[in-house]
Nanobody
Framework: QVQLVESGGGLVQSGGPLRLSCAASGRTLNPYYMGWFRQAPGKVREFVTTINWSTGDIDYAGSVKGRFTTSRDNAKSTMYLQMNSLKPEDTGVYYC????????????WGQGTQVTVSS
């Protein structure tokens, strides 16, 4: 079984930075894509960013483009999300997810980490 564990969440002032990590453990994960999603209170979970684990191609939601940067460390099976210029509307629970080859959807999810941006 694969586990995805997020870390790095917390409380930050508007305009500040925060870096999230997502580490995969357990059975060797060979993801096709990994991504970050977030869910604000009272809202549906939304896409933030995704990375093709093989090619490194990255896609961002328009609301975070230019402020967030996704990276990976293949050797550590870890994905990172550097968040800069944070805004109160970035507040939410951030989830790491992985999609394996052949899966139509993200089939592995972390437990989430809370990010709170104060104004």
């Amino acid at each position: 079984q694969v586990q995805l564990v997020e870390s790095g969440g917390g409380l930050v002032q508007s305009g500040g930075p925060l870096r999230l990590s997502c580490a995969a453990s357990g059975r060797t994960l060979n993801p096709y894509y990994m991504g970050w999603f977030r869910q604000a209170p009272g809202k549906v979970r939304e896409f933030v960013t995704t990375i093709n684990w093989s090619t490194g191609d990255i896609d961002y939601a328009g609301s975070v483009k230019g402020r967030f940067t996704t990276s990976r460390d293949n050797a550590k099976s870890t994905m990172y999300l550097q968040m800069n210029s944070l805004k109160p509307e970035d507040t939410g629970v951030y989830y790491c997810a992985a999609k394996t080859l052949g899966s139509a959807t993200y089939n592995y999810w972390g437990q989430g980490t809370q990010v709170t941006v104060s104004s």
